[in-house]
């Protein structure tokens, strides 16, 4: 009876911060919403709750932990959270809750760069704020920031008409600054009223300082770049706020368009060196985020297949669920892997070369990721749990290797041979049991370093067309020589048989050509990078050349 009577205390009151907050179901609840995030006091306050035996306070712990991860900008650790809280606030019913959760959900899930599933989040969101004016224009101006990033300009313009005309007719009410620049951009893409775009970004810019949340005084700044509307002086402030913040991607793409180094005390010298550093910060806190969010999809897939198999005994129903969720997971790393750092414009040689080696990485991984998915799949639709539980704990191991990494653009080849190792266990496990793998790397050989990625592709495109169902004693061969001072890879099959090899290469031989020819361009010995390639029904072989 207690429990009702908190939850129906919920559903009356208001959902405003400057009232709502503090009139919240139990005291420890009002407390932890009257102190400030800052305070000392805060962090016992949210373990308290997260640690009750209470569901409703537990959730709403969870949202207040959530909302400070987010507020300070790092979204990766509130992901955890804000699961647990939707869950219990769906379960409790308990829409208050869920409408709250769901924005931050929406927006952490975008600033980790996920994909349009945000959409329906934010949707959601929306319809369950329809009631209140000013929580309905938070939600419709995030919903309209989403809707810009995915090209769909003319519902901006529709759904930014009636937030403005909310934020209007609001006293005191939300900075309208980020609502503003998310107008500009898409007149701007439209390519519609120039008058209009500069007096809104201009208007943004002059309220961007008044009690706007670092995270939007980020995004504001990123759709004024993307307009060229910040002058030196601005660009100046822009960059002391980025760096003072670590919005490294942010402080890149402002220093891409300064020119005025003095207004810092800097020199040219010194400007292009901070470029340098924002960049390679911006990729590093890329990768770190991806690997996280990696690790986490992947602990929480396999944590679904275990709940599914308890509750369900995995019906073909909670398989092809399971199946989805992988598919979902894959495609918003594939998204995340598209980052606009990586169209940094690099001014130093150095520079230019990591951030090949990465666009390298961020493509091969994805296209690799898509194939064990179709291995996961396979064994969830023939109800083979064991194995498949078997395979994802291979998969996340073999996953752990890449991600820990150093981002050398070379490796050795005695590295390279144990990750090569670790894969041919997980095809084996996979589809290709029948294939029978050789590696003929020698000793002396095993200190000498290669450019990171290359052998995996092509052995992977080796198990795909020698180890189809068709084939008979299906071998793949891995050998490494010298001639000379020059290294030899080769990764030969035993071919295709009659199975059409389609497209000729492959998408992974392409990207590895892209990335000899790249080498090429950099080498004092041009000639001694090639690749060979003979694809024939009985053999199909790739030769890599480099210098040793």
Same mark, same amino acid.
């Given at each position: 009876?207690?429990?009702?009577?908190?939850?129906?205390?919920?559903?009356?009151?208001?959902?405003?911060?400057?009232?709502?907050?503090?009139?919240?179901?139990?005291?420890?609840?009002?407390?932890?919403?009257?102190?400030?995030?800052?305070?000392?006091?805060?962090?016992?306050?949210?373990?308290?709750?997260?640690?009750?035996?209470?569901?409703?306070?537990?959730?709403?712990?969870?949202?207040?932990?959530?909302?400070?991860?987010?507020?300070?900008?790092?979204?990766?650790?509130?992901?955890?959270?804000?699961?647990?809280?939707?869950?219990?606030?769906?379960?409790?019913?308990?829409?208050?809750?869920?409408?709250?959760?769901?924005?931050?959900?929406?927006?952490?899930?975008?600033?980790?760069?996920?994909?349009?599933?945000?959409?329906?989040?934010?949707?959601?969101?929306?319809?369950?704020?329809?009631?209140?004016?000013?929580?309905?224009?938070?939600?419709?101006?995030?919903?309209?920031?989403?809707?810009?990033?995915?090209?769909?300009?003319?519902?901006?313009?529709?759904?930014?008409?009636?937030?403005?005309?909310?934020?209007?007719?609001?006293?005191?009410?939300?900075?309208?600054?980020?609502?503003? %620049?998310?107008? =500009?951009? @898409? $007149?701007?893409? #439209?390519?519609?009223?120039?008058?209009? /775009?500069?007096?809104?970004? !201009? *208007?943004?810019?002059?309220?961007?300082?008044?009690?706007?949340?670092?995270?939007?005084?980020?995004?504001?700044?990123?759709?004024?770049?993307?307009?060229?509307?910040?002058?030196?002086?601005?660009?100046?402030?822009?960059?002391?706020?980025?760096?003072?913040?670590?919005?490294?991607?942010?402080?890149?793409?402002?220093?891409?368009?300064?020119?005025?180094?003095?207004?810092?005390?800097?020199?040219?010298?010194?400007?292009?060196?901070?470029?340098?550093?924002?960049?390679?910060?911006?990729?590093?806190?890329?990768?770190?985020?991806?690997?996280?969010?990696?690790?986490?999809?992947?602990?929480?897939?396999?944590?679904?297949?275990?709940?599914?198999?308890?509750?369900?005994?995995?019906?073909?129903? %909670?398989?092809? =669920?399971? @199946? $989805?969720?992988? #598919?979902?997971?894959?495609?918003?790393? /594939?998204?995340?892997?598209? !980052? *606009?750092?990586?169209?940094?414009?690099?001014?130093?040689?150095?520079?230019?070369?990591?951030?090949?080696?990465?666009?390298?990485?961020?493509?091969?991984?994805?296209?690799?990721?898509?194939?064990?998915?179709?291995?996961?799949?396979?064994?969830?639709?023939?109800?083979?749990?064991?194995?498949?539980?078997?395979?994802?704990?291979?998969?996340?191991?073999?996953?752990?290797?890449?991600?820990?990494?150093?981002?050398?653009?070379?490796?050795?080849?005695?590295?390279?041979?144990?990750?090569?190792?670790?894969?041919?266990?997980?095809?084996?496990?996979?589809?290709?049991?029948?294939?029978?793998?050789?590696?003929?790397?020698?000793?002396?050989?095993?200190?000498?370093?290669?450019?990171?990625?290359?052998?995996?592709?092509?052995?992977?495109?080796?198990?795909?067309?020698?180890?189809?169902?068709?084939?008979?004693?299906?071998?793949?061969?891995?050998?490494?020589?010298?001639?000379?001072?020059?290294?030899?890879?080769?990764?030969?099959?035993?071919?295709?048989?009659?199975?059409?090899?389609?497209?000729?290469?492959?998408?992974?031989?392409?990207?590895?050509?892209?990335?000899?020819?790249?080498?090429?361009?950099?080498?004092?010995?041009?000639?001694?990078?090639?690749?060979?390639?003979?694809?024939?029904?009985?053999?199909?072989?790739?030769?890599?050349?480099?210098?040793?």
């Amino acid at each position: 009876m207690n429990k009702l009577w908190l939850i129906l205390i919920l559903i009356i009151l208001g959902s405003g911060c400057s009232q709502s907050e503090q009139t919240r179901v139990s005291d420890s609840v009002k407390e932890a919403f009257a102190i400030h995030p800052d305070s000392s006091a805060f962090e016992p306050l949210m373990m308290n709750l997260l640690e009750s035996s209470d569901e409703t306070e537990e959730a709403w712990g969870d949202y207040l932990m959530a909302r400070d991860i987010v507020r300070k900008g790092v979204s990766f650790e509130a992901i955890t959270y804000l699961e647990r809280g939707e869950f219990l606030f769906r379960s409790m019913k308990n829409e208050k809750g869920l409408e709250r959760i769901l924005l931050l959900k929406a927006h952490a899930y975008w600033a980790l760069g996920a994909g349009k599933e945000i959409l329906p989040i934010a949707e959601e969101t929306m319809r369950l704020r329809e009631g209140n004016p000013k929580a309905w224009a938070t939600a419709a101006g995030n919903y309209t920031t989403y809707l810009l990033d995915y090209g769909r300009y003319e519902e901006v313009l529709n759904y930014s008409d009636s937030v403005l005309a909310v934020l209007r007719q609001i006293e005191g009410g939300i900075n309208p600054s980020e609502a503003y %620049a998310v107008r =500009a951009e @898409a $007149l701007q893409n #439209l390519g519609r009223d120039s008058v209009a /775009v500069d007096t809104l970004i !201009s *208007r943004a810019l002059e309220l961007v300082d008044r009690s706007v949340p670092d995270i939007d005084k980020k995004n504001i700044y990123f759709r004024a770049l993307n307009l060229r509307a910040l002058d030196e002086q601005a660009l100046a402030r822009c960059i002391q706020f980025a760096h003072e913040k670590q919005f490294w991607s942010l402080e890149a793409e402002a220093r891409g368009q300064w020119t005025e180094y003095e207004l810092l005390g800097e020199t040219l010298e010194s400007a292009l060196t901070a470029e340098v550093l924002a960049n390679k910060r911006a990729l590093a806190a890329v990768d770190e985020g991806q690997s996280k969010f990696l690790a986490f999809e992947l602990a929480r897939g396999r944590s679904e297949i275990a709940r599914y198999q308890r509750e369900s005994k995995l019906r073909k129903t %909670a398989l092809s =669920a399971t @199946a $989805l969720l992988f #598919l979902v997971v894959l495609i918003g790393i /594939v998204l995340n892997y598209r !980052s *606009r750092i990586m169209a940094a414009r690099a001014k130093l040689s150095q520079q230019e070369a990591e951030l090949a080696l990465e666009n390298y990485k961020n493509t091969i991984r994805p296209h690799f990721l898509f194939n064990q998915l179709n291995n996961v799949s396979a064994f969830l639709n023939q109800e083979l749990i064991e194995q498949a539980q078997e395979y994802l704990s291979d998969l996340g191991q073999f996953l752990r290797s890449l991600l820990e990494e150093q981002d050398d653009q070379t490796i050795e080849l005695g590295a390279v041979e144990k990750q090569l190792h670790a894969y041919i266990a997980l095809q084996k496990k996979g589809s290709y049991a029948n294939v029978a793998v050789t590696t003929d790397i020698p000793k002396e050989l095993r200190k000498v370093r290669i450019p990171t990625g290359l052998l995996q592709p092509l052995v992977e495109n080796s198990f795909k067309y020698a180890g189809h169902k068709e084939s008979k004693a299906p071998n793949i061969l891995i050998e490494a020589r010298t001639i000379g001072s020059v290294l030899t890879l080769k990764v030969e099959d035993s071919g295709y048989g009659e199975f059409s090899r389609q497209g000729g290469t492959g998408h992974g031989l392409a990207l590895i050509q892209d990335r000899i020819a790249f080498n090429r361009t950099r080498s004092k010995r041009p000639k001694d990078w090639t690749v060979t390639t003979s694809f024939q029904k009985e053999k199909g072989t790739v030769v890599l050349t480099m210098p040793l």
